[in-house]
């Protein structure tokens, strides 16, 4: 989720929690970070979501965030534990960068003596730390936004040569997402209507949370509702979303391919 | 919390998050870090530990860990905000290295350029990331625990010139406690016996608890409990401690200046 005003994410991790077990079979860990200013709180549980009670407590609280990344995890490389668990998080030019990805990628550069490591063992948080450490290497300072989504372009479409590479990325004020197989997005903004979770009927009329102005992007691999208009991403294409819109969009080529191996999403209010 | 066997951290944590505003004033936010294998549970709120849902929900879930940091923050230098929390993490040679200051310190290295950047505005993150600069650019792959402890000792011994550097600093494995001005420490082991809480005179009896073999050392700024032995640590003074007992220890000199700007410990079952 990325938007322009603190939004509380419960009504779609409601539903997308059910996929880790219940009506998909993403059960083998889940992630949420949600960004705070510069600050990140970031739960994880290698149980799986829609039983773990780390997923209860961040339900409880409501927290209201601006940009927010979850996660359910199916293994494809890596044991089922905590430091295989997305999000992953890095600091990047002072900044929390947090990374999810859904797919799998068969060969990876060497990280083993780099300044930014793996400390799991996926794929997913090597080719995180690939990045970081180009994206270093190229800026010791922070570039401008233009710069970082150029850049981070270069950089996963040399990791997707090896395999399958759907992401959201994000450093607090911004988002990324790119696709290789499957990922769709919509922005909620006036007027407001209702909608219905795909995954268990749950209902909400926006209209008696959001107020004029408000825009929430919600990015998800597979729709959280069935009511509204999702935009489905190509292969090879890039968005870079920012105060709930959409800012830039790279539309890569259609797919020729579909797989399935992993969930990714983010979540919205109510 | 520094153990050989996976302990619960609520008896001590219950008695030092009522110095988050009840029996001390550090309610600058709370934090606190398990260690999971390589990976981390952290929890931090810019709330006061003793009120937060946050620290509600840590107490709730009753997580057992070998190496757990906490900490209650009074701020000196940053605003008080999630970014500034402490424990900060990073990670150092594919670990995740948990660090908690006491301490400030009135000049740092410029780190505005380097691989690893402060994201909040405290002396405390900045000098971690000093330290973690430091480390990566000495040894680029993890070498063994002596050299560990040593080159923390020298980075350390640098930062502390400037200002107070009471310290705790885990990857998991291992605990390196440093002292300035006021640090204690204890370790638990058969026989075990009772203990009662200074901060609001809970009791434990550990042998309802504790079985023969177990080892838990506990660090703390002030004693939690009132009638158990805590050694008090030396200015300049460093100890390392794994599996629940004291490795080595560098004894220091005797303080000539007591400073209490910050409270920093770890915790332990029951």
């Known amino acids: 989720m990325n938007c322009n005003t603190p939004t509380d994410i419960v009504f779609s991790f409601e539903?997308?929690?059910?996929?880790?077990?219940?009506?998909?079979?993403?059960s083998d860990g889940f992630g949420i970070a949600f960004f705070e200013g510069k600050g990140v709180r970031i739960f994880r549980d290698n149980k799986p979501g829609h039983i773990s009670p780390i997923a209860d407590c961040v339900k409880q609280y409501h927290i209201k965030s601006l940009n927010v990344i979850s996660h359910i995890r199916k293994a494809t490389q890596g044991d089922v534990n905590l430091e295989n668990t997305h999000p992953f998080i890095r600091e990047i030019w002072g900044e929390n960068w947090v990374f999810a990805h859904?797919?799998?990628?068969?060969?990876?550069?060497?990280?083993?003596?780099?300044?930014c490591q793996?400390?799991?063992?996926?794929?997913?948080?090597?080719?995180?730390c690939y990045m970081a450490e180009q994206l270093k290497n190229r800026f010791?300072?922070?570039?401008?936004?233009?710069?970082?989504?150029?850049?981070?372009?270069?950089?996963?479409?040399?990791?997707?040569?090896?395999?399958?590479?759907?992401?959201?990325?994000?450093?607090?004020?911004?988002?990324?997402?790119?696709?290789?197989?499957?990922?769709?997005?919509?922005?909620?903004?006036?007027?407001?209507?209702?909608?219905?979770r795909v995954d268990d009927d749950g209902v909400i009329d926006f209209n008696e949370y959001a107020k004029e102005g408000d825009k929430v992007t919600i990015?998800?691999?597979?729709?959280l509702t069935k009511d509204?208009?999702?935009?489905?991403?190509?292969?090879?294409?890039?968005?870079?979303?920012?105060?709930?819109?959409?800012?830039?969009?790279?539309?890569?080529?259609?797919?020729?391919?579909?797989?399935?191996?992993?969930t990714l999403g983010t979540a919205k209010v109510a």
Request: net charge negative.
């Open 140 to 196: 010791r300072k922070k570039p401008n936004e233009e710069q970082i989504f150029q850049a981070v372009q270069d950089i996963s479409n040399k990791l997707a040569e090896h395999g399958t590479f759907n992401f959201i990325l994000s450093n607090g004020e911004w988002m990324i997402a790119r696709c290789s197989t499957n990922l769709h997005y919509l922005t909620r903004k006036a007027p407001f209507g209702k909608a219905q």
């Open 102 to 115: 859904n797919g799998n990628l068969t060969e990876l550069p060497d990280m083993s003596e780099s300044f």
């Open 118 to 128: 793996p400390i799991g063992s996926t794929d997913s948080e090597t080719a995180f």
């Open 219 to 223: 990015i998800t691999t597979v729709p």
């Open 228 to 262: 509204e208009v999702w935009s489905k991403m190509e292969n090879g294409g890039f968005v870079f979303f920012k105060n709930g819109e959409k800012v830039w969009e790279i539309i890569g080529t259609p797919r020729t391919e579909m797989i399935d191996d992993g």
């Open 15 to 26: 539903g997308f929690r059910h996929r880790a077990g219940l009506t998909d079979s993403h």
